[in-house]
């Protein structure tokens, strides 16, 4: 009888794990996908030089993420392909003294990504999203300060915003 008392209670302590897997969980169009190639950006901004750097932002975090190793396009299983679409700036917060002047800049950087599958050729993942980051003007004098200067030392940090919510979406679908 005190057999019988106990089944219950070993079902309820081992049934709670019976869904759990261990390892990652790719979202389902992207999970015979093992080997990844990213290829170079394609830059739709007026800014020079970002493809590079968000090709960059975006194979550092699938190298720390782990769930995709990066290879060549003709060992890779699928393709990462990349737009940046454009650069949004826009203000955070005004001066003290001057209230047409801006101190503070929000920055967004807007990309798409697409994971085609190397052999067929089919979109296995599409999406867009926003890099953020903000940036304070520098310098004494607001009205001379170099505002482009210090909004391309930000894009960096934007970029690995966006690559970071980019291997999100990859790796675990959301």
Known sequence: MRLLGLFPLLGLLFGGCAGYHVGPVKPTPMKSVHKIAV???????????????????????????????????QDADAILQGTLERIERGAARGARNDFFQTSEYNLGVVARIRATDKHTGRVLMERSAIGNSSFFVSGRNLRTADVNKDERQAIPLAAEDLATQMVSYLSEGW
């Open 39 to 73: 290829s170079t950006f394609k830059n739709e901004t007026l800014e020079p030089r970002l493809e590079v750097l968000m090709a960059n932002a975006l194979i550092k975090q699938i190298q720390q993420d782990g769930t995709y190793r990066i290879t060549s396009e």
